[in-house]
């Protein structure tokens, strides 16, 4: 069974940091390329950020530099380390298979604000 959970969300202030981690599940994970995902209010859900499973990455030019995505094969793990957070990051962010699954987790809620 296909399920995805996202932690690590909340609120810091521009130019601070967190660590997303997201704990996937089903046998997809083995081969699969990794995605984190963000969704702003109003807005369609964009992808941030990519890792093949060999470790090949990929990123929105929005937060190239600033976001590093990583992942733990053994514990069908992904990461995503974000610094140098601005309020145009604020989303939730969820991460999926890319391309994506049709089972998406509940997300984790990033807010960027003083």
């Known amino acids: 069974q296909v399920q995805f959970v996202e932690s690590g969300g909340g609120l810091v202030q521009p130019g601070g940091s967190l660590r997303l981690s997201c704990a996937a599940s089903?046998?997809?994970?083995?081969?699969?390329?990794m995605g984190w995902y963000r969704q702003a209010p109003g807005n369609q859900r964009d992808l941030v950020s990519s890792?093949?499973?060999?470790?090949?990455?990929n990123y929105a030019d929005s937060v190239k530099g600033r976001f590093t995505i990583s992942r733990d094969n053994a514990k069908s793990t992904v990461f995503l380390q974000m610094n140098s957070l601005k309020p145009e990051d604020t989303a939730v962010y969820y991460c999926?298979?890319?391309?994506?699954?049709?089972?998406w987790g509940q997300g984790t809620q990033v807010t960027v604000s003083s």
């Open positions: 999926n298979a890319r391309p994506s699954l049709s089972v």
């Open positions: 089903g046998s997809f994970f083995s081969r699969a390329t």
């Open positions: 890792i093949t499973y060999y470790g090949t990455t």
